[in-house]
């Protein structure tokens, strides 16, 4: 659960043409900086628009990732960077969102058992097989026509549907990357 500004609702952070931040909760300016901080110590904040009061937090939360991974201390491989852009205007970007927030969800629960355990690489494939079955799960629930139809060689009411099999096929290619991640990752963990 995310941490407040200890009135019950997330901390405001105002957002003014000239691009500085107003935090106010502290009654200061601060920097994209002070906003990482703030999300590694799971407080919840909500940045807006000074003149609009237009939400603008997941512009800025793009923002801070860009800056992260453009000083070189990049968390997000070029592969998925290049599929995450795939899936925009696609009819996976549908899904996608709370199939990512499930997995990093997970994720997240998961470190906490990555640093009791001696070796990580047995715990990160549980991992990738946790990820499999939400993601077949996740695919059940939001498209089960599709998800039977990838699962069916499009041999169902898919085939006849040109969005349904585009959605089958990218379906199929995520849970082939899924089960060649798992792959790399059982190799890994032989070889220690």
């Given at each position: ?94 899904f996608l969102p709370a199939f990512l ?29 946790r990820n499999m079955v939400m993601f ?57």
């Amino acid at each position: 659960m995310a941490k407040t500004n200890g009135s019950g609702g997330p901390i405001i952070i105002k957002k003014y043409a000239n691009r500085r931040l107003y935090d106010t909760s502290t009654s200061s300016y601060v920097t994209l900086d002070h906003l990482s901080d703030l999300v590694r110590e799971g407080r919840d904040f909500e940045v807006r628009d000074a003149k609009t009061g237009d939400d603008l937090t997941r512009q800025v939360l793009t923002q801070i990732i860009f800056e992260q991974e453009t000083k070189g201390q990049g968390a997000l491989p070029l592969n998925f960077l290049r599929q995450l852009i795939g899936f925009y205007g696609g009819g996976a970007q549908t899904f996608l969102p709370a199939f990512l927030d499930m997995s990093m969800n997970s994720f997240s629960d998961s470190q906490k058992e990555w640093r009791k355990v001696a070796n990580p690489m047995n715990l990160l494939e549980a991992q990738a097989q946790r990820n499999m079955v939400m993601f077949e799960q996740a695919m059940k629930m939001f498209v089960p026509t599709v998800f039977q139809a990838s699962r069916n060689d499009r041999a169902s009411p898919a085939a006849a549907n040109p969005f349904l099999e585009y959605q089958a096929e990218a379906m199929a290619a995520m849970q082939e990357q899924m089960e060649l991640i798992q792959k790399q990752l059982s190799e890994i963990s032989r070889k220690d």
